[in-house]
């Protein structure tokens, strides 16, 4: 029977997994699949499996409590390997590797910030500081019809947001990278300049939360910043 896949860990990691079921309906029973220093939380996989709301919970919620006690590798929803023999074969040939990832994860947990700008207050900057950006805006008001100075200025516009956003982004990521093990940014949304990941030792969460405060406030009222987390540090495996 194929083996759906929850997380990997220590051989010796505790296994509190009372009250708890698997993905399917209803969910299956947990159990361990060990390997040397390694053992996985797996269960019997249900046929076809969808993303619904309910196995979302199921996956997320067998995820929080092994990473309770202690460093996990999170798999993400629907892995599915062809049977327990095929996981364990799995755990022996990556030994080494998936210990030591697991020590570099001891006692961590990942925080995900996400950092927006308000869109008036940028062009309002963006504006002021170019001599020819104003001289566009100024030509095209007048003269509506100037389809070649609407393109530039659009250019100039769409060249100095994304810009800016770097650059914002890489110099908010280094004020914060202090208060964490390790950090990686990833692409920006629609929406936010920054969209970044934090690896903070679980003895440092709250002073990493209190330092991400203290860098909304010294950006001021034109930014929002949205730190989510703790969350199975899927961005470091």
Not at 100 to 113: I, T
Not at 114 to 124: N, Y
Not at 158 to 184: F, K, M, N, Y
Request: with cysteine; proline share 5%.
């Amino acid at each position: 029977m194929p083996t759906y896949i929850y997380a990997i860990t220590a051989a010796d990691h505790p296994r509190n997994l009372e009250g708890l079921s698997g993905v399917g309906e209803p969910g299956g029973p947990l159990r361990t699949v060990e390997a040397g220093k390694l053992s996985a939380v797996v269960s019997d996989a249900p046929e076809n499996l969808r993303a619904k709301r309910r196995d979302l919970a199921a996956h997320q919620a067998v995820l929080e409590q092994v990473m309770e006690d202690g460093a996990t590798l999170p798999m993400r929803f629907g892995l599915v390997g062809p049977d327990d023999r095929a996981v364990e074969t799995v755990l022996e040939e990556n030994q080494e590797a998936y210990a030591q990832r697991l020590s570099e994860l001891e006692d961590c947990l990942e925080y995900n910030l996400k950092v927006a700008r308000d869109e008036d207050d940028l062009l309002r900057e963006i504006v002021a500081g170019s001599e020819e950006i104003q001289r566009l805006r100024e030509t095209t008001r007048q003269h509506p019809e100037a389809q070649d100075e609407k393109v530039r200025l659009g250019e100039l516009v769409s060249g100095e947001v994304h810009a800016r956003g770097q650059a914002e982004a890489q110099e908010v990521a280094d004020r914060l990278a202090p208060g964490a093990r390790r950090h990686t940014v990833a692409e920006p949304t629609q929406s936010h300049f920054l969209n970044a990941s934090f690896l903070v030792r679980r003895e440092d969460a709250a002073a990493f939360a209190q330092t991400v405060h203290e860098e909304s406030e010294r950006c001021g009222d034109a930014y929002t910043f949205s730190l989510n987390g703790p969350l199975p540090p899927y961005s470091f495996v």
